[in-house]
T-cell receptor, first 118, second 113 residues
Framework: GAVVSQHPSWVICKSGTSVKIECRSL??????MFWYRQFPKQSLMLMAT?????????EQGVEKDKFLINHASLTLSTLTVTSAHPEDSSFYIC??????????????FGNGTRLTVT | GENVEQHPSTLSVQEGDSAVIKCTYS??????FPWYKQELGKRPQLIID?????GEKKDQRIAVTLNKTAKHFSLHITETQPEDSAVYFC????????????FGKGTHLIIQP
C-alpha cells in the first residue's frame, strides 16, 4: 500500500527557533500534499494544500509567513514553522494523494510530528 | 466552505453490540466521504470510504451509508470488540482530490468489556 513517511516524529525546540518537518511519499507520486494540525483531543484542521511546483494554498487564519511550505518534487513536501512559539505546540500531520483528475483518491497520512516549543 | 458535523462526541457500547456514528455535511459538491480511526498519538487510519455514486458500502463488520439528499452519512460497526476502541473521524471532500478533507470533530468510541 501507499506509504507516507514523516520526519521527525517528535521535536522539542526553544521559542524563536525554526523547525522543519518533512513529508515523503515513498511508493507513489503525490500530486497534492496536505498539512494538518491537531490539538489534543481535537479534530484535524487543514492548514494548507501543497501542489508540486506551485505555491501552497493556505486556509483562512493560517499565517503563510509563519508556516512555510515547499513542495519541490512529487515525493517531498516540507513544512517549516518559523519563529516558533509555545502556542505552536501541536501534532502536525501531512497527507498525500495520488489524485487523478476528477477521481478522489484516498489520502495517505504520515505518522505525524509532535512539536513542543519551550 | 465545507462544514462537517459529527455525533456523538463520545459513544460507549458493550462489547458485541453495534455502534453508529453519524455525520452531516454542508457542501452539496462533496463527493467523497472517508472514515478514519485514530488511536492515541498515531496517524489516522482509513477504515472505509464511500463515494457519492454509492448509497452503501460494507467491509466485514464495518459499513457506511450515504444519503446525498439529506447530506448525511453514517458509520456502522457491528459485533464490536475491545480493539475497536479509538477516536473515529468522518470527513468530506470535493474537488476531485485537489481539496483537503474537512473532518468532523471526532467520536471517542469506548467498548465496555
Amino acid at each position: 500500500g501507499a506509504v507516507v513517511s514523516q520526519h521527525p516524529s517528535w521535536v522539542i525546540c526553544k521559542s524563536g527557533t525554526s523547525v522543519k518537518i518533512e513529508c515523503r511519499s515513498l511508493d507513489f507520486q503525490a500530486t497534492t500534499m496536505f498539512w494538518y494540525r491537531q490539538f489534543p483531543k481535537q479534530s484535524l484542521m487543514l492548514m494548507a494544500t501543497s501542489n508540486e511546483g506551485s505555491k501552497a494554498t493556505y486556509e483562512q487564519g493560517v499565517e503563510k509567513d509563519k508556516f512555510l511550505i515547499n513542495h519541490a518534487s512529487l515525493t517531498l513536501s516540507t513544512l517549516t514553522v518559523t519563529s516558533a512559539h509555545p502556542e505552536d505546540s501541536s501534532f502536525y500531520i501531512c497527507s498525500a494523494t495520488e489524485s487523478r483528475g476528477s477521481y478522489n483518491s484516498p489520502l495517505h497520512f504520515g505518522n505525524g510530528t509532535r512539536l513542543t516549543v519551550t | 466552505g465545507e462544514n462537517v458535523e459529527q455525533h456523538p462526541s463520545t459513544l460507549s457500547v458493550q462489547e458485541g453490540d453495534s455502534a453508529v456514528i453519524k455525520c452531516t455535511y454542508s457542501d452539496s459538491a462533496s463527493n467523497y466521504f472517508p472514515w478514519y480511526k485514530q488511536e492515541l498519538g498515531k496517524r489516522p487510519q482509513l477504515i472505509i470510504d464511500i463515494r457519492s455514486n454509492v448509497g452503501e458500502k460494507k467491509d466485514q463488520r464495518i459499513a457506511v451509508t450515504l444519503n446525498k439528499t439529506a447530506k448525511h452519512f453514517s458509520l456502522h460497526i457491528t459485533e464490536t470488540q475491545p480493539e475497536d476502541s479509538a477516536v473515529y473521524f468522518c470527513a468530506a471532500q470535493s474537488g476531485g482530490g485537489a481539496d483537503g478533507l474537512t473532518f468532523g470533530k471526532g467520536t471517542h468510541l469506548i467498548i465496555q468489556p
